[in-house]
Nanobody, 121 residues
Framework: QVQLVESGGGSVQAGGSLRLSCAAS????????MAWFRQAPGKLREKVAT???????GYTESVKGRFTISRDNAETTLYLQMGSLTPEDTAMYYC???????????????WGQGTQVTVSS
């Protein structure tokens, strides 16, 4: 059974850092496209970062140079290292997996429950 469980969210002051984790079961995070999304109240869900099976990564413009997506060697956990956080990064963060190696498409089949990140000024 495929399951994604996020953790690591919390409250932090602007300029701080957090590392989000997404524990996967039922499949290898290295074999498919994995992504982090976020959604702030009243806003559309936004794709923040992706990593495909070949380890190529992609980021939305607003987080480039501040966030890093990665996976562990055990192939069970996806990470999002976030730095230089601003109040605009405040959102619920979700990890997602699509049933394919490429991240070109956006048909993500599996989602976690989300973890809240709150950045205060």
């Amino acid at each position: 059974q495929v399951q994604l469980v996020e953790s690591g969210g919390g409250s932090v002051q602007a300029g701080g850092s957090l590392r989000l984790s997404c524990a996967a079961s039922g499949f290898s995070v290295n074999s498919v496209c994995m992504a982090w999304f976020r959604q702030a109240p009243g806003k559309l869900r936004e794709k923040v970062a992706t990593i495909n099976s070949g380890s190529a990564t992609g980021y939305t413009e607003s987080v480039k140079g501040r966030f890093t997506i990665s996976r562990d060697n055990a192939e069970t956990t996806l990470y999002l290292q976030m730095g230089s956080l601003t109040p605009e990064d405040t959102a619920m963060y979700y990890c997602a997996a699509r049933l394919g190696r490429s991240c070109v498409y956006s048909d993500y089949a599996y989602w976690g429950q989300g973890t809240q990140v709150t950045v205060s000024s």
